[in-house]
C-alpha cells in the first residue's frame, strides 16, 4: 500500500489517501510525539539501550510542518518547523499511527529494542 496523495489539512492534520483508496488523517501532534527517530523514541546498541529524556516543553514550530519529502518506496522523512528531521515514517507506521490516535494509545517501543 502507498498513498495517491499527503497533505496538510487545517494546518493539524497530516491527510493521506492511499492507492487502495482508503484515507488516514493524522493530528501533527500526534505525529510529532511519535516520531520513530532514535533522539525521540531511543535505540538498541551492542545490546544497551538508550532511552532519551522525555520533553517536557514545547518549542516554537515543534508541531508545523516545513516539508515532507518520500523515502524510497517505502516512507516519508518529515522536518518540523523547529529543525526537527530525523524521523522516518514507514507507510506501516503511519497506518500503525491512525490506529493509535484513533484508540488514544501511544506507540509501545519496548518489543522493539
Avoid at 517505502?74 to 497506518?95: F, P, R, V
Amino acid at each position: 500500500m502507498k498513498p495517491k496523495q499527503i497533505k496538510i489539512l487545517d494546518k493539524s492534520k497530516l491527510y493521506i489517501k492511499w492507492d487502495d483508496d482508503t484515507e488516514s488523517t493524522i493530528g501533527l501532534k500526534y505525529l510529532r510525539d511519535e516520531c520513530p527517530c532514535a533522539n525521540c523514541k531511543g535505540e538498541t546498541i551492542l545490546l544497551k539501550t538508550y532511552r532519551p529524556p522525555k520533553l517536557n516543553f514545547v518549542t516554537e514550530g515543534m508541531y508545523e510542518i516545513q516539508n515532507i519529502e518520500v523515502v524510497g518506496g517505502y516512507a516519508i522523512q518529515i522536518t518540523w518547523k523547529d529543525g526537527h528531521n530525523t524521523g522516518i515514517y514507514s507507510w506501516d507506521y503511519l497506518k500503525e499511527l491512525e490506529k493509535g490516535e484513533r484508540d488514544n494509545t501511544r506507540q509501545n517501543y519496548d518489543k522493539l529494542l
